[in-house]
């Protein structure tokens, strides 16, 4: 099956190719924008960014040192509780 001098890829590195791989690809479609945003809407815009830092950063010490990581519906279910800890 294989041809001679070929080396057959083994699993663990046929997933390193396939994520650098993807890496790349990430890489190329990034898009990049400048926002110029007025004096009224840039303390709203802040405080949404500071939202949404916090929420990652409580989600992200849910998940730290678990070697799964939690499902996208465990999540969501637990949003409405963060909401009332920290409106």
Do not use: D, I
Not at 11 to 33: F, Q
Not at 48 to 58: A, E, S
């Amino acid at each position: 099956m294989s041809r001679k001098g070929a080396r057959a890829l083994r699993p663990g590195r046929k997933l390193r190719r396939l994520k650098a791989l993807r890496t790349m690809l990430v890489e190329k479609l990034k898009l990049n924008y400048r926002l110029y945003p007025k004096t009224e809407h840039e303390g709203r815009l802040l405080e949404t960014l500071g939202l949404y830092r916090q929420t990652y950063n409580y989600f992200f010490a849910q998940w730290n040192g678990k070697e799964r990581v939690p499902s996208r519906l465990k999540l969501q279910a637990q949003l409405p509780k963060l909401k009332q800890e920290k409106p």
